[in-house]
């Protein structure tokens, strides 16, 4: 069983579309996160989630809004896509307050922006 | 600003050979120091961590040496092998709070 699961693997659109990737975990983790790793592989955080409540925000144009329908699933909705947004978006969970700290990644999203 | 600072940003090593790769951090209330390895094509997975209340740790082929009065940590990679080729990301944490991620390592083992 796949731990942490984002579909779709590779998402190719034009410019000025909307699309949604979905993630799901059943780790039973109480947080969950979304990252995105540019062309240069550095990892930037979007956002954070736990127990369904927003916590990590970071400076994400608001063209991008996640949705957390239940601790289980964290979806990320990207409206008027832009050239720049082509990335890979990487789904990850943890527990918030667990000492051992593990996030655990899914397979990642690559999108192409055309 | 960078939280965690790696480097170097690639690296190529002979197999058989030993893979240092080096980061450094600011907040002294981070708590949790944890190596990410990622394959092509994969997302990141945990290698190994280590707590600073400890100044190493080793799992394997794999060693974290930790130095808190100097804010600095490396992962050391004995015997590399051409298996080991990834990237790879330092990180470090408050417990409860987020992660803080290097800006990766590219490492080559070549046969």
Redesign the interface.
Known sequence: DTAVSQTPKYLVTQMGNDKSIKCEQNLGHDTMYWYKQDSKKFLKIMFSYNNKELIINETVPNRFSPKSPDKAHLNLHINSLELGDSAVYFCASGSFARATGELFFGEGSRLTVL | QQQVKQSPQSLIVQKGGISIINCAYENTAFD?F?W?Q?FP??????LI?IRPDVSEKKEGRFTISFNKSAKQFSLHIMDSQPGDSA?Y?CAA?R??N??Y?G??T?LTVIP
């Open positions: 949790y944890p990410y990622q094509g994969k997302g990141p997975a945990l961590a990237t990301f944490s417990t409860g987020q992660f991620f800006t990766g590219s």
